[in-house]
Nanobody, 128 residues
Framework: QVQLVESGGGLVQPGGSLRLSCLVSGFTLENWNIGWVRQAPGKQREGVSCISSSGGLTYYADSVKGRFTFSRDNAKSMVYLQMNNLKAEDTGIYYC?????????????????????WGQGTQVTVSS
């Protein structure tokens, strides 16, 4: 049974940092595409970052490039999203999502709705 469980969300001031974690089970992390998707209040979901199953290439939305870093620890079945220099517009629910190999991470960044498995989400609020 595939499961993804996010943690690490919270309230942070603009310019601050947070690290989100996602514990996965039911599949071999290094063999799957996995990503982070967020939904701001009143807005549609947005692909934030994805790691490809093949080669482990990482892709980022333009809005977070240079500020967010997506990494994975295959031995621990964990992925992390390090978020630095946070802005008010980064506020939202952050979801960890995954799919078996097939398409690339870049494809899922743009077509995140096609991820097959989703976590429950963790709230990130950036406010002073």
């Amino acid at each position: 049974q595939v499961q993804l469980v996010e943690s690490g969300g919270g309230l942070v001031q603009p310019g601050g940092s947070l690290r989100l974690s996602c514990l996965v089970s039911g599949f071999t992390l290094e063999n799957w595409n996995i990503g982070w998707v967020r939904q701001a209040p009143g807005k549609q979901r947005e692909g934030v970052s994805c790691i490809s199953s093949s080669g482990g290439l990482t892709y980022y939305a333009d809005s977070v490039k240079g500020r967010f870093t997506f990494s994975r620890d295959n031995a621990k079945s964990m992925v992390y999203l390090q978020m630095n220099n946070l802005k008010a517009e980064d506020t939202g629910i952050y979801y960890c999502a995954a799919s078996p190999p097939g398409y690339s991470g870049n494809y899922y960044l743009r077509h995140f709705q096609e991820f097959e498995y989703w976590g429950q989400g963790t709230q990130v609020t950036v406010s002073s």
